[in-house]
């Protein structure tokens, strides 16, 4: 019998029907205006994990940029900080599927072994037990895209090195999206949030893999991300940068929130893309 990681957080960061859960998710993606432009297909996003009441919004300007991608990707890389659990380097579960009230999202179990090879990955299911930053993003995964299998890495006391290692090993083509989750500055007023979040929302979009954790709760698998998207020249867009004072709480000790897509660079006919 397979092993199932039950919901940890459903009921509390959002719900725990599941048809109230696919109308909010829905409601959250609906409200995303269309890019003006046509833009590429993400590779790589960064977004947050807070209730969804709180940064939903942010988060679905990711994920809504996915429908074009829907039945290309079949394997998610999803790396996010442990909050409750420490753990050295970065941990998969043991289990075989992740579960929401959506339904269960399988384990890439072959690509976790690959991962396993990497002195850095270990196994442990207690720091999955209870970690809400991976979880959050698993009901807009599971309606953007249709069917996939899920790497989750729970992120400790790792170097972004590291973290690019993991990235670079599991990068695949198409099939293969990477997903950072991360919230920004925490417990500042709102003004003094806003100022500190576009700092760093600029020390991304300028591929500085220098975050700290004061920064970003997620600043080491984002360092790892842009480690390695720097090395393979990607894009960078910010899509939404607010925080809980924009969306559902007050000003006074506000949480901040980001999305960000990156996408692989076209290739031409004029570099040997077209076979001339």
């Avoid at 576009?198 to 600043?219: E, K, N, P, R, V």
Wanted: proline share 6%.
């Amino acid at each position: 019998m397979d092993q199932v990681r039950p919901a940890a957080v459903a009921g509390m960061f959002y719900p725990g029907s599941a048809s109230a859960l696919r109308s909010e998710v829905l409601a959250h993606l609906t409200q995303v205006r269309p890019p003006s432009t046509a833009r590429p297909a993400p590779k790589a996003l960064i977004v947050p994990h807070a209730g969804f009441v709180y940064s939903g919004p942010i988060a679905a300007s990711a994920y809504a940029r996915l429908a074009v991608v829907r039945d290309k990707i079949r394997r998610v890389v999803l790396f996010g900080p442990t909050h409750r659990v420490p753990v050295r380097g970065l941990a998969l579960p043991s289990v075989d599927a992740f579960a929401t009230p959506l339904g269960e999202v399988p384990i890439d179990r072959e690509a976790a072994a690959k991962a396993l090879t990497l002195r850095q990955v270990t196994i442990s299911d207690a720091s999955h037990a209870h970690e809400h930053s991976l979880e959050v993003q698993l009901p807009f995964l599971q309606t953007v895209l249709g069917d996939f299998s899920l790497v989750p890495f729970a992120v400790g006391d790792a170097t972004g090195a590291e973290v690019s290692e993991v990235v670079d090993l599991l990068w695949g083509g198409d099939e293969t999206l990477i997903v950072v989750s991360s919230d920004l500055s925490h417990y500042h007023r709102y003004a003094e949030a806003r100022r500190l979040d576009q700092a760093t929302g600029q020390a991304i979009l300028d591929f500085s893999a220098h975050l700290d954790h004061d920064q970003a709760c997620g600043a080491t698998p984002i360092n790892g991300l842009l480690v390695a998207g720097r090395r393979r020249r990607l894009a960078v867009e910010l899509l939404d940068l607010r925080n809980s004072g924009d969306t559902a709480g007050d000003r006074n000790r506000v949480v901040g929130y980001a999305s960000f897509a990156f996408a692989e660079p076209a290739t031409s006919t004029a570099d040997g893309g077209g076979g001339r």
